[in-house]
């Protein structure tokens, strides 16, 4: 794995950052609700908002209200459901939804297909749903085979595996589109992207970011598109806090050549 002395030098003025949560800013928990970014991270995050001119994002599969809430006092650009809703840096949100009949339909169904495996739960984000089964691992194939089946019976939806987790959401959603989208609009526009994640889910990501000949990061083991690795959330907090380090080094010497100048 590479450690963060081995990933390249990033500009943060030339730069636009997008971070997954779960795995990357935040260990993976047993539930989601479970889940928090450590205090200085989030603060280590606010300050790089600052430093890329407001080009930063999160992109995940949390929606948006999970995301803000998490993420707090943070409230920029994101992306939620893996990109079903997305936040521009204007404040608008733009959504790709199921229409309320099959949502409310999904939902039903989806709650009577997995009843009969103990540990296993849906999580309804409006526009897709979770099939979580992180606390009976034994039922993988089971949760992935009604997933399958449910895509085989509706058109309108596709599948996205994840660590312990199925998403069922609407198709041409995925986290490289909502990327795609951020980096065509102010302040990303122009800049070059960094994208870092930890899972399946962020491969769509990976390969848009290299299209774009940005930063790729995947976070743990497994084979992946992205062009850099860390090891765990840990190596991600470490390399965020130098990141903060850094700008504060770069003020520091800049104070101080002004004061030799005065």
Same mark, same amino acid.
């Given at each position: 794995?590479?450690?963060?002395?081995?990933?390249?030098?990033?500009?943060?003025?030339?730069?636009?950052?997008?971070?997954?949560?779960?795995?990357?800013?935040?260990?993976?928990?047993?539930?989601?609700?479970?889940?928090?970014?450590?205090?200085?991270?989030?603060?280590?995050?606010?300050?790089?908002?600052?430093?890329?001119?407001?080009?930063?994002?999160?992109?995940?599969?949390?929606?948006?209200?999970?995301?803000?809430?998490?993420?707090?006092?943070?409230?920029?650009?994101?992306?939620?459901?893996?990109?079903?809703?997305?936040?521009?840096?204007?404040?608008?949100?733009?959504?790709?939804?199921?229409?309320?009949?099959?949502?409310?339909?999904?939902?039903?169904?989806?709650?009577?297909?997995?009843?009969?495996?103990?540990?296993?739960?849906?999580?309804? +984000? #409006?526009? %897709?749903?979770?099939?979580?089964? !992180?606390?009976? /691992?034994?039922?993988?194939?089971?949760? &992935?085979?009604?997933?399958?089946?449910?895509?085989?019976?509706?058109?309108?939806?596709?599948?996205?595996?994840?660590?312990?987790?199925?998403?069922?959401?609407?198709?041409?959603?995925? +986290? #490289?589109? %909502?990327?795609?989208?951020?980096? !065509?609009?102010? /302040?990303?526009?122009?800049?070059?992207? &960094?994208?870092?994640?930890?899972?399946?889910?962020?491969?769509?990501?990976?390969?848009?970011?290299?299209?774009?000949?940005?930063?790729?990061?995947?976070?743990?083991?497994?084979?992946?598109?992205?062009?850099?690795?860390?090891?765990?959330?840990?190596?991600?907090?470490?390399?965020?806090?130098?990141?903060?380090?850094?700008?504060?080094?770069?003020?520091?010497?800049?104070?101080?050549?002004?004061?030799?100048?005065?």
């Amino acid at each position: 794995m590479t450690d963060s002395d081995s990933l390249p030098p990033i500009p943060l003025d030339t730069f636009a950052c997008f971070f997954d949560l779960d795995g990357t800013l935040a260990p993976i928990e047993k539930r989601p609700e479970m889940v928090s970014i450590p205090d200085n991270i989030k603060q280590a995050l606010g300050t790089l908002f600052n430093a890329t001119g407001g080009a930063l994002a999160l992109v995940s599969g949390r929606a948006l209200m999970e995301l803000d809430a998490l993420s707090a006092p943070l409230l920029g650009p994101a992306a939620g459901v893996h990109g079903a809703e997305r936040r521009d840096a204007q404040g608008n949100i733009h959504r790709t939804e199921l229409s309320p009949p099959l949502a409310q339909k999904l939902e039903r169904e989806l709650t009577a297909a997995i009843a009969g495996f103990p540990g296993c739960h849906i999580e309804a +984000k #409006g526009m %897709a749903y979770a099939l979580h089964y !992180r606390q009976a /691992p034994q039922y993988q194939h089971d949760i &992935l085979a009604v997933a399958e089946a449910f895509v085989d019976r509706y058109a309108e939806l596709t599948l996205q595996p994840g660590k312990c987790v199925v998403d069922l959401k609407p198709k041409g959603v995925d +986290k #490289g589109a %909502a990327i795609k989208a951020f980096m !065509r609009e102010v /302040p990303f526009a122009g800049r070059t992207p &960094l994208f870092i994640g930890d899972d399946l889910t962020d491969e769509a990501g990976f390969i848009q970011v290299n299209a774009l000949n940005g930063i790729s990061i995947k976070v743990g083991p497994g084979d992946t598109a992205a062009r850099y690795h860390l090891d765990d959330v840990g190596h991600v907090h470490l390399w965020l806090l130098s990141l903060v380090e850094q700008l504060d080094n770069y003020s520091i010497k800049t104070k101080s050549s002004v004061g030799e100048d005065l």
